[in-house]
């Protein structure tokens, strides 16, 4: 079946723009997470969701940023205000839930912000 | 201090050789382990996951995991150009919550 995507691949914002990051997790997988990479950098954890819950959000940088899932499927990932050091590649990863399972990433989406 | 540590390397290794790529993570309540592989330009993809204590084989890679000193490790036998990208080690600190170390990035040379 079709993977993890994301989109867009590539947004480039002016300083003081909003951004709406899109994610569509593999069918049937409950949980859904969001990372943040920096260039040279490994993932760095966001946020986290249970179907529709959001269960951690406590890598969430600001209170700029906001993510919501509200059917549980489709993820957005929301940038208020963007600011230059919010420039890096945004991840989505989704997996079963429950133990040590795989989280599978989508290609992600990389963000400049100018 | 990281709760994942990494050298970032690069780690050189001729092609055919053993690649041994080290882990260290400061949170003992760490249960499980990953060892991911990212390609430049690319999202990161699971090689193996490790949660008990002792060595796990999949092929060519073996990954190693010594609770009591909270080290991971993972083995690439017969390494090939096409292993070289950067390797990054998670530990899953609960809730399938993954930190992740900077990467350790391999360079095989034919």
């Known amino acids: 079946g079709a993977g993890v995507s994301q989109s867009p691949r590539y947004k480039v914002a002016k300083r003081g723009q909003d951004v709406a990051l899109r994610c569509d997790p593999i069918?049937?997988?409950?949980?859904l997470f969001w990372y943040q990479q920096a260039l040279g950098q490994g993932p760095e954890f966001l946020t986290y969701?249970?179907?529709?819950?959001?269960?951690?959000k406590s890598g969430l940088p600001s209170d700029r940023f906001f993510a919501e899932r509200p059917e549980g499927s489709v993820s957005t990932l929301k940038i208020q205000r963007t600011q230059q050091e919010d420039s890096a590649v945004y991840l989505c990863?989704?997996?079963?839930?429950?133990?040590?399972?795989?989280?599978?990433f989508g290609p992600g989406t990389r963000l400049t912000v100018l | 201090q990281k709760e994942v540590e990494q050298n970032s390397g690069p780690l050189s290794v001729p092609e055919g050789a053993i690649a041994s790529l080290n882990c260290t993570y400061s949170?003992?309540?760490?249960?499980?382990f990953f060892w991911y592989r990212q390609y430049s330009g690319k999202s990161p993809e699971l090689i193996m996951f490790?949660?008990?204590?002792g060595d796990k084989e999949d092929g060519r890679f073996t990954a190693q995991l010594n609770k009591a000193s909270q080290y991971v490790s993972l083995l690439i036998r017969d390494s090939q150009p096409s292993d070289s990208a950067t390797y990054l080690c998670?530990?899953?600190?609960?809730?399938?919550?993954?930190?992740f170390g900077t990467g350790t990035r391999l360079l095989v040379s034919p």
């Open positions: 990863a989704s997996s079963l839930a429950g133990g040590p399972y795989e989280q599978f």
């Open positions: 069918s049937g997988h409950v949980s």
């Open positions: 969701f249970q179907n529709e819950a959001q269960l951690d």
């Open positions: 949170d003992r309540g760490s249960q499980s």
């Open positions: 490790i949660y008990s204590n």
């Open positions: 998670a530990a899953d600190t609960g809730f399938q919550k993954l930190v």
